[in-house]
């Protein structure tokens, strides 16, 4: 079936740095979300976009809908320790009810 | 609480022992789904309901059966498990399919078959 590529697949980073991640398809998308999953616990989630060329922020998490609407970028400012955790993109194509969605981007804060 | 129920959270089971793992959602959401959850591979959609006693198939369907015989559950069926449906399962659901939609996720039921 069809996955999106979400890179990267895992990120250390130190407590206080700016992260960035993205996710691409080769087939257009009309719809952008970003989820993250701590362990134990399902999916929630914290952007969702709409329109190509659409920037949308929700606290510390911007993200961003791609101009070709195939590929969206999540960035997180000023990390903070509960940041930990796996982000996924999702995304729905034109006249199709499902929902394809990345690998995953695992994300670990050093305090 | 708005929220999406999924039973039991965790199950050891045998090849071939019939099963099924039920989803509760009390939100009067139309749109509901099932995924499993593997490592490397992300999220992918099992079967997904548009509503009442409407199903289809999402990108990986073999050797899972769905109903929806009312709103509010989605019972995913394996009819004969197998070691290779051992995985995470997670179900969904939103106020209505499509575009603008963002789905709301259980907490996730992991079944090992042996």
């Known amino acids: 079936g069809q996955q999106l590529n979400q890179s990267p697949q895992s990120m250390f980073i130190q407590e206080g740095e700016d992260v960035s991640m993205n996710c691409t398809s080769s087939s257009i998308f009309n719809t952008w979300l970003w989820y993250k999953q701590e362990p134990g616990e399902g999916p929630v989630l914290l952007i969702a976009?709409?329109?190509?060329?659409e920037l949308t922020s929700n606290g510390r998490l911007t993200a961003q809908f791609g101009i070709t609407r195939k590929d969206s970028f999540l960035n997180i400012s000023a990390s903070i320790p509960s940041d930990v955790g796996i982000y996924f993109c999702a995304g729905t194509s034109s006249g199709t009810y499902k929902y394809i969605f990345g690998t995953g981007t695992r994300l670990k804060v050093l305090a | 609480e708005a929220q999406v129920t999924q039973n039991p959270r965790y199950l050891i089971t045998v090849t071939g022992k019939k099963l099924t793992v039920t989803c509760s959602q009390n939100?009067?959401?139309?749109?509901m789904s099932w995924y499993r959850q593997d490592p490397g591979l992300g999220l992918r959609q099992i079967y997904y309901s548009m509503n009442v006693e409407v199903t289809d198939k999402g990108d990986v369907p073999e050797g899972y059966k769905v109903s929806r015989k009312e709103k509010r559950n989605f019972p995913l069926i394996l009819e004969s498990p197998s070691p290779n449906q051992t995985s995470l399962y997670f179900c969904?659901?939103?106020?209505?399919?499509?575009?603008?939609?963002?789905?709301?996720f259980g907490d996730g039921t992991r079944l090992s078959i042996l």
């Open positions: 939100m009067n959401h139309e749109y």
């Open positions: 976009l709409y329109k190509a060329g």
């Open positions: 969904a659901s939103s106020r209505a399919g499509g575009n603008n939609q963002p789905q709301h």
